[in-house]
């Protein structure tokens, strides 16, 4: 039963590397989600995609492009890495609007 | 501009006794509220839910209670236990598909 799973769970990068995050959901969700999380910030939406085909800017978009490849899969890029970019990084996944939301366990990503 | 607020970082509680959490927003528009919990490592769960038309929702030892006039939501935990510790995150959202999180709460329950 694997819900959404996130891949690399641990990363390290240097500035200026490029990096894409990887998410993937089983239970046929229609909409996608990355969420960065920092300490004292809470849960910071990046971009989501709504439906198959379609993404939209969130709260704090810059410096990241995203693709949703399939009803499935929804990956997260960073270009040019930055250090403010450090951070744990959720995706998540939902049915329909105005339903629970399900999360991955994240990924946590260090720029030096 | 932070549209979902949790002002209080954190909130400690015996074991047994009630633990609420509070949130307030500020976009009238919201029609959707979570309340998620999160372990260090993991990622955010779902823990209970409501719709602006309503004022209660319970499910076991969990009951959120929304005031739509104050824009004033709050998570009530009846009794504690020492495994409600965790970061807890309110959200809102307005029949769109954005959620709005607040930044959370850090409950921990004291044996």
């Known amino acids: 039963n694997a819900g959404v799973t996130q891949t690399p769970k641990f990363q390290v990068l240097k500035t200026g590397q490029s990096m894409t995050l990887q998410c993937a959901q089983d239970?046929?969700?229609?909409?996608m989600y990355w969420y960065r999380q920092d300490p004292g910030m809470g849960l910071r939406l990046i971009y989501y995609?709504?439906?198959?085909?379609?993404?939209d800017k969130g709260e704090v978009p810059n410096g990241y492009n995203v693709s949703r490849l399939n009803k499935r899969e929804f990956s997260l890029r960073l270009e040019s890495a930055a250090p403010s970019q450090t951070s744990v990084y959720f995706c998540a996944s939902v049915w329909n609007s105005n339903q629970p939301q399900h999360f991955g366990d994240g990924t946590r990503l260090s720029i030096l | 501009d932070q549209q979902v607020k949790q002002n209080s970082p954190s909130l400690s509680v015996q074991e047994g006794r009630i633990s609420i959490l509070n949130c307030d927003y500020t976009n009238s528009m919201f029609d959707y509220f979570l309340w998620y919990k999160k372990y260090p490592a993991e990622g955010p769960t779902f823990l209970i839910s409501i719709s602006s038309i309503k004022d209660k929702n319970e499910d076991g030892r969990f009951t959120v209670f929304l005031n739509k006039s104050a824009k004033h939501l709050s998570l009530h935990i009846v009794p504690s236990q020492p495994g409600d510790s965790a970061v807890y995150f309110c959200a809102a959202s307005q029949g769109t598909y954005k959620y709005i999180f607040g930044t959370g709460t850090r409950l921990k329950v004291l044996a």
């Open positions: 995609s709504a439906s198959e085909g379609t993404t």
């Open positions: 239970m046929n969700h229609n909409s």
